[in-house]
């Protein structure tokens, strides 16, 4: 740069003395639309990782129950999520009415809308395993968390109960979730 | 930027030029109402042999038709898809008929050619139905414009219009939101565009 | 706080160093015309088709039965994939028209030549990769056009004597364009344009060693540059918001002027289209390959069409600086070689026969004429221009500089 002219070198001065008058109006309010600018036009191609309209639109799951003993359970996809059935039996009915769960309380009523049927979504709230079914509730095979039979967590790492989809009954042996 | 002025210029002369010129000239009614009629006509005629197989029943949700109206028709999960079976229409056409989702793109001229083809049918001398746009055609004329007369197809040609636009509906769903975002993003430009020109012209002031 | 991040940056990695060097006091012509925005829009639409393919490549499927279907999947089901899309599919025909048009400002200006070659042969790498990545990707959406370009574009290679069909074969690893083709065009449309990063990246530092050349020609005194940033930021920027309003004129409101009706109709190999034709800025090219009724001399003659501009600095023999400016035979023959282009695009662009033909051959033979005479007439319109008597500071320039040697071993 040793031969660079006067005028350039002037120039480049100015170019610096400009930094003060840089926050002047004119700049920032083009620089504030630019920037608006690029962050709208960010907000398509995050969108677009977001699920498609045929997944958000995937249809509501029937459960036909005509068929499921006391006792049993039943585990269907919803939207590609287990979400497990159960048709509870009077004695374990009658037991959770008497309880409020563990960490998370919650009466029994306030997570069935017909105490027989024990709808919930089949995810451990720790960490995403499927739990097992065992005699009295659920038993998650990947950090041990206890579940009763409404579904509420009694112990082990998992912070909440299981989920309860929404979901309604269509006839009394057909629910519809979703 | 001549240069691609005049290829494209060129280029769209040429293209439209032989393709087009056999094609009526219509008007096409996209209102509302016609796109929900032409739509009736689609999934009651077309569908015995045609699917459009990129549309769901939800989405003729969009144009406003009642949940109860579009469940009449089918499944709302469901692609509309042709009732008669591919290998059934094969075996009586010779051919499975195209799927009709792009139909109004993947055609020069696309919404005119099949309004032009739809009442284009005719009886010739030995009483064979045929086409004027395409000769020798296995598909009936399903709007009945061969044996119409002129009142008739005043009302069928009505008729065509509305599946033809129902159709380059089908192929291009999102226009109406593409070109209303259009306007917000040019209008958007047009403004950081002259702050930008202003910009430059400020700075490059300070070299006089 | 920032300057003392500033700093701790700088003690590791040379940020502000390098942002004088290519911005702030990086001496720039300050007589540049908007012709030498092109080389920015076009950083700008490699950036664009490498974000939108991202996304795109999110979605795609690229399996002959699932591939046609993915992308009517994108345009209808996914948030905003007609956009994406659209943005891609324009971008492409941009790129191409932005570079044809920086190609075009290079040769007008005679920016080819000393010291610029190394310039304008990483510029040919990057017009050839860039042929190369759209053409493979325009097989992807397997329509009837990508499919049938696809199939005849891998043909030409069986002119190669000997093994010809044996590399047709491998190119496609199919005995048609099928599955193995879509999946490693796939592959190859994904990396060739992080090979195209690579080689602007080169292009870059040639043009920072180099610096810019301007319309007259002349190495600028001093005095007569002045740094990039902030006056050629300024304009690049203004440039940009032009070119975007265009752009997205297209891409919101025709976006199909850029897709070949055919398209839309999935590949059938067992059917030909009517009528096919290669993307727009393919089409000089093709008419070329198709005036030469031989099948290996049509792909040599195509092949040759685009190699030759790397000959140009050798081809012009002239040393009156400043291109066409100074120049008036070189002018009339670029704008006679612009139209022949138009022409030869035109030309591909019609079925093949006749007239057609006819104009193919003349305009094909003026277009390799231009390249092969040029040494002759640049030599003849350089002693004609010198005896005329050249302007005074041209005169002295050539008398202090006779080689025009780059101004860096000048100023030493
Ligand atoms: C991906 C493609 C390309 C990119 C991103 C690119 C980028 C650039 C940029 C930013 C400049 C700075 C000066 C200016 O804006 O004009 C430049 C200069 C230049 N480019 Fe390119 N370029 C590309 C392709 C090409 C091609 C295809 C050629 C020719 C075959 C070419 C030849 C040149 C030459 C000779 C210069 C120096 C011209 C001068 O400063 O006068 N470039 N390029
Ligand atoms: S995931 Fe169920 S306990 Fe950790």
Redesign the pocket.
Known sequence: MAAMGVVEDQAMAESDEVDEERRDFLLTATGTVGVVGVAAACWPFISSMNPTLDVQAQAATDVDLSGMAAGATRTVAWRGKPVFVVHRTPEQIAAMAQSEGGRDPAPDQTRVRDARWLVVVGICTHLGCVPNKTESGWLCPCHGSVYDNSGRILHGPAPRNLEVPPYHFAAPDKIVIG | MKLRALICVLLCAASTAWAENALKDVDLDSSPAALRRGAVTVTSRCLSCHSVKYLHYRDLLKLDFSREEVMSMGNLESALLALTPAEVSEQAYGRVPPDLSLLAKAREGGPRYIYTLLTGFYQDQTGEINNHLYPGIRMPDILGWSGADSTQRAALAIQANEAAAFLMWAADPRADERKSLGYYTIAYLALLTGLLYLVKRKVWARLK | MSQRLITWIDQRFPLTAFIKHALTHYPTPRNLSY??????L??F??LLQIISGVFLAMHYKPDVDLAFDSVQHIMREVNYGWLIRYLHSTGASA?FAV?FI??A??LY?G??RAP?EL??W???V??I??MASAFMGYLLPWGQMSFWGAQVITSLFGATPLIGDEIVLWLRGDFVVGDATLNRFFALHYLVPFF?VG??LI??MA?HHV????PSGINLADKDNIPFHPYFTAK?LFGLGVFLIIFCGFVFFAPEFFIEAANNTPANPLRTPPHIVPEWYFLPFYAILRAIPDALGGVVAMTLSILI?AAMPFLDRSRIPGGARFRPLYRVVFYIFVVDVAVLAYVGSQPPGGVIFQIDVAATVIYFAVFLTLPFYSRWEERWLRARGLPPALQALLDSDTELRPRRETRQ
């Open positions: 012709w030498w925005n092109f080389g920015f076009a950083g639409l490699l790129f570079i920086h190609m400002r290079t200006y920016s080819y610029r310039m304008w990483s510029g040919q990057l017009l990769l860039l195209i080689m602007v292009h870059l043009l610096k810019s050349s301007n690049d501009f």
